[in-house]
């Protein structure tokens, strides 16, 4: 059974940074792309970045690129996602995705974690 | 960037009616769309991908069709579990994959 179980999730202040960590079981990590998708309060779903099997490409949204970093550890099947530079913007539950293949459609979610960026 | 535009924002039905909801592109995005279903308090789970393609584990009573810009989800008979959240998502241009604002499938 495939589970993803992010954790990290926390209440920083503008201008801090926060690792998410999503570990991952029932499958073979390596051979999967992983992403983060993240929901601010009420909104809608919006797509944040992705990592190939290998860890050699990485994709990211403009809203976060340069300020966050995707990264995968094959050895300890966990996605990590490094969040610098938190806006309030960045306010949201934080989804890690597992994609099937290496296509961009996400076939299993984790349950979420919140990220609470505020003074 | 391709946007996404989901209509109705709402829709209000019974259990057991038809539901019928659209997903319509800026540009042609091919086949290459997901539909997901999301319930308060859940993450989202994968419906339909490539437009027609049931994901394991979906009832028949949800099918996708469409190509190019236009798409639709169409839930033959709503079962009381079915209402949610839907929304659809692009893979044919990306950076970045994007999502559709969602359409509320609420009972009336």
């Known amino acids: 059974e495939v589970q993803l179980l992010e954790s990290g999730g926390a209440l920083v202040q503008p201008g801090g940074s926060l690792r998410l960590s999503c570990a991952a079981s029932?499958?073979?990590?390596?051979?999967?792309?992983m992403s983060w998708v993240r929901q601010a309060p009420g909104k809608g779903l919006e797509w944040v970045s992705t990592?190939?099997?290998?860890?050699?490409?990485?994709y990211y949204a403009d809203s976060v690129k340069g300020r966050f970093t995707i990264s995968r550890d094959n050895s300890r099947n966990t996605l990590y996602l490094q969040m610098n530079s938190l806006r309030a913007e960045d306010t949201a539950i934080y989804y890690c995705a597992k994609s099937i293949a290496a296509t961009g459609v996400f076939d299993y979610w984790g349950q979420g974690t919140l990220v609470s960026v505020s003074s | 960037e391709i946007l996404l535009t989901q209509s109705p924002a709402t829709l209000s039905l019974s259990p057991g009616e038809r539901a019928t909801l659209s997903c319509r592109a800026s540009q042609s995005v091919s086949s290459y769309l997901a539909w997901y279903q999301q319930k308060p308090g859940q993450a989202p789970r994968l419906l339909i991908y490539d437009a027609s393609n049931r994901a394991t584990g979906i009832p028949a009573r949800f099918s996708g069709s469409g190509s190019g810009t236009d798409f639709t989800l169409t839930i033959s008979s709503l079962e009381p579990e079915d209402f949610a959240v839907y929304y659809c998502q692009q893979r044919s241009d990306w950076p970045p994959l994007t999502f559709g604002g969602g359409t509320k499938v609420e009972i009336k």
């Open positions: 990592i190939s099997g290998s860890g050699g490409s990485t």
């Open positions: 029932g499958f073979t990590f390596n051979n999967y792309a």
